[in-house]
């Protein structure tokens, strides 16, 4: 029982044992109706971004939903999992971190999307040139790299055929 008798020391020897439930999205099923406990950093992370009442109150379209699914199963395959109290003031784009963090991924917003990336292995194309497979004169190298404020994308305004009203897509190379 409290009383006006507890001090610093004491009020040090509360702990307490609890289980997140959030709600976890499934791509045939949505989003299920009902929370679970559930200690996947994929779901924490959506619902920082969804809650109207202590996240950003994000669309589910403002972020990849499939990669985060995508991540959600890697990251219970190899139980990474997501333990963690924020009782402190801080940034969305900290709080996403911290709790990516758990699972070897960084949040990123690319093109009007946050995305999540995990480093992971991954496959990348690849060719091989030769003096023997190229025609002697056709071939020329020009290395452009990307400065830090280059465009990653570009916002087309067209007139759409079937409202005749201004609409806008983003296109990403």
């Known amino acids: 029982r409290a009383t006006n008798n507890l001090n610093q020391s004491?009020?040090?020897?509360i702990n307490v044992i609890a289980t997140r439930k959030l709600h976890v999205w499934d791509p045939v099923?949505?989003?299920s109706r009902d929370v679970r406990a559930t200690r996947n950093p994929a779901w924490a992370l959506a619902d920082m971004?969804?809650?109207?009442?202590?996240?950003r109150g994000m669309?589910?379209?403002a972020y990849n939903l499939p990669e985060l699914y995508r991540l959600a199963q890697v990251w219970?395959?190899?139980?990474?999992?997501?333990?963690?109290v924020?009782?402190?003031?801080?940034?969305?784009?900290d709080a996403l971190s911290r709790a990516a963090r758990v699972g070897r991924a960084v949040p990123?917003?690319?093109?009007?999307?946050?995305?999540?990336?995990?480093?992971?292995?991954?496959?990348?194309?690849?060719?091989m040139f030769t003096p023997d497979n190229i025609v002697d004169g056709s071939f020329s190298i020009n290395y452009s790299f990307i400065?830090?404020?280059?465009?990653?994308?570009?916002?087309?305004?067209?007139?759409?055929?079937?409202?005749?009203?201004?609409?806008?897509?983003?296109?990403?190379l």
């Open 59 to 61: 669309l589910d379209t």
């Open 76 to 84: 219970e395959q190899r139980r990474d999992y997501y333990d963690d």
């Open 10 to 13: 004491t009020s040090r020897r």
């Open 86 to 93: 924020i009782d402190t003031t801080m940034t969305l784009w």
């Open 108 to 127: 990123m917003y690319y093109a009007g999307l946050i995305d999540f990336v995990r480093n992971e292995p991954r496959s990348i194309p690849r060719a």
């Open 29 to 31: 099923a949505g989003w």
């Open 49 to 55: 971004l969804r809650s109207r009442v202590y996240g």
């Open 147 to 172: 400065e830090h404020d280059s465009p990653d994308h570009v916002v087309i305004e067209y007139v759409d055929s079937e409202t005749w009203q201004p609409a806008e897509v983003a296109c990403v």
